[in-house]
């Protein structure tokens, strides 16, 4: 089931994002960058305000949260960005990330494009994308947290492509 995100899932969230970074950056990304990051962007008033400000989606199994999908609301010139989906890596390539997209999607379908940025390395979130129709943009070297990272940047064309 998908959902939107409620007060009672800021635990649920932190505990996915935790894992899931841990699994996917353990050998990209040192570890004490990870935490300090996570300590930061997923405290409980920062995902009160990810809950305000945009749009949060669960994806539950069984009643439990396992993942999640974050995305900021259409601006005014009808983009958006896709700023997080992580699922517990248990239930990953099971479907509840396309379901999550699709939710997204269907609740942005006035907008023209979404964005979504990718560490370069991470091979498994740019299959999943580029699988979703997202196409790569550009790729260029920035810092995340002080340290030096390769960053893929995709776009979404919300009226020319299709979900597959």
Not at 51 to 73: Q, R, S
Not at 152 to 163: D, N
Request: glycine share 4%.
């Amino acid at each position: 089931m998908i959902r939107p995100m409620t007060a009672e899932d800021i635990g649920h969230v932190q505990q996915i994002a935790r894992i899931t970074w841990n699994d996917t950056y353990k050998e990209i990304i040192p570890e004490d960058i990870q935490i300090n990051f996570l300590t930061r962007t997923y405290s409980d008033a920062m995902l009160r305000k990810r809950m305000e400000k945009t749009c949060v989606l669960i994806a539950e199994y069984e009643g439990k949260p396992i993942g999640f999908l974050n995305y900021t609301k259409k601006d005014e010139d009808g983009d958006s960005e896709l700023t997080a989906m992580y699922i517990l890596p248990d239930y990953q390539h099971a479907g509840f990330g396309k379901k999550m997209m699709e939710h997204a999607l269907e609740s942005l379908r006035t907008a023209k494009k979404l964005f979504v940025y990718v560490d370069s390395r991470n091979e498994m979130a740019r299959a999943f994308y580029e699988k979703q129709g997202f196409q790569l943009l550009d790729e260029f070297e920035e810092y995340f947290e002080g340290y030096p990272v390769e960053t893929a940047q995709y776009v979404y064309y919300m009226h020319e492509a299709v979900l597959v």
